[in-house]
């Protein structure tokens, strides 16, 4: 299993969530649109390869199977597919993140069943060692750019990073940190960039598992009662899973995250505009420069070009 050579990795890990997908005609078309993209505008070295991750169950692997050979065939790259199981990865993953639920979680419970939302906030300590870097996407993306160029996104980290992860474009965050931002109107707590902190967008991550798996905060960040603390001082309530956790985190402690340009993950869901946040939507929305990647978040059709 040829790993990484110093600072020249050539094995590449992409992983998705692959679930239910046989039983939704509406995920697997995105599927087709994330994963020709993939292969339409990926470029690699000879000696270098993709490895596709799916975490998946049984009905939704036996249709990925059938369906990738061709969705890749245009590739002029090398790739891997790995199939993991997600009943397996939420045995191991529940006893991680349980207690992180009732902050994140729809419901007031710990469901065993949505553990796997959380799954890259505790990857780092799920994977095995050698795998020193990945990079989660959602499957209703379209790539506009080279996959690789996001994969060297990882260079650009500063030292105290651990995640990549682009902002959240719609005022989410300013709604969910509503009374934090009454009682501290100084903090820039869901503000708008390019000075406010908008929290962020999980459909393109890049995890450096290894940062994680080294970093002290991070993992202290993950004990339940520093996670309580944090809760209960942003009155923080959310239902987005990880991206959840992310955000919450990030207003305490920016320097666990690179921010990704947002043409890394171009959303393009417009409902909050419709919900009483029309006068400073565009403000979150907007996105100057080169889009690499649309992200069609809340089923929004994606653009043709
Ligand atoms: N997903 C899945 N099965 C499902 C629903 C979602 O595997 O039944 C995965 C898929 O990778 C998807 C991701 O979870 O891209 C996040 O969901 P979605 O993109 O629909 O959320 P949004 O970006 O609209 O918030
Ligand atoms: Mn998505």
Redesign the pocket.
């Known amino acids: 299993d040829g790993e990484e050579l110093e600072g020249k990795p050539s094995r590449f890990h992409a992983l ?6 046989n ?2 005609l509406n ?1 697997q078309q ?2 087709r649109v ?1 994963m020709r993209s993939v292969a339409k505008h990926g470029r690699f070295l000879e000696d270098e390869v993709l490895v596709l991750h799916y ?2 169950d049984a009905g ?1 692997q036996e249709l990925g199977k059938k369906m990738l050979p061709e969705l890749l065939l245009g590739a002029t790259f090398q790739y891997e597919v790995v199939f993991h199981d997600v009943g397996a990865l939420t045995e191991k993953l529940f006893p991680i993140i349980e207690a992180m639920q009732k902050h994140f979680s729809a419901g007031s419970g710990t469901y065993y069943s949505d553990a796997i ?1 959380f799954l890259s906030v505790a990857m780092h300590r799920i994977m095995p060692t050698e795998l020193k870097r990945i990079v989660q ?5 379209k790539f506009r750019s080279n996959i690789r160029d996001l994969f060297q996104e990882f260079n650009r980290f500063p030292a105290e990073a651990v995640i990549g992860i682009a902002h959240e474009m719609q005022p989410v965050y300013r709604h969910t940190f509503w009374q934090y931002r009454k009682e501290n109107p100084k903090s820039h707590v869901g503000d708008p960039p390019p000075d406010g902190l908008p929290g962020f ?3 393109v991550m890049l995890l450096n598992l290894d940062a994680m798996r080294h970093s002290t905060l991070y993992n202290q960040l993950l004990e339940p009662e520093r996670m309580a603390h944090l809760a209960e001082k942003y009155h923080f309530r959310g239902h ?1 899973g990880d991206q959840d956790f992310f955000t919450m985190i990030g207003m305490e402690h920016r320097e666990l995250f690179y921010p990704l340009s947002c043409g890394w993950n171009r ?1 393009l ?1 417009t409902w909050w505009r419709e919900h009483g946040y029309g006068d400073v939507f565009q403000l979150y929305y907007r996105c100057d420069g080169p889009v690499h990647i649309y ?6 059709p994606i653009p043709n070009d």
């Open positions: 998705m969530m692959f679930t239910k997908v039983k939704s995920l995105k599927f994330t975490v998946s939704s939302f996407l959602d499957l209703d993306l967008n999980s459909g987005l959303q869901c992200h069609g978040n809340c089923n929004t």
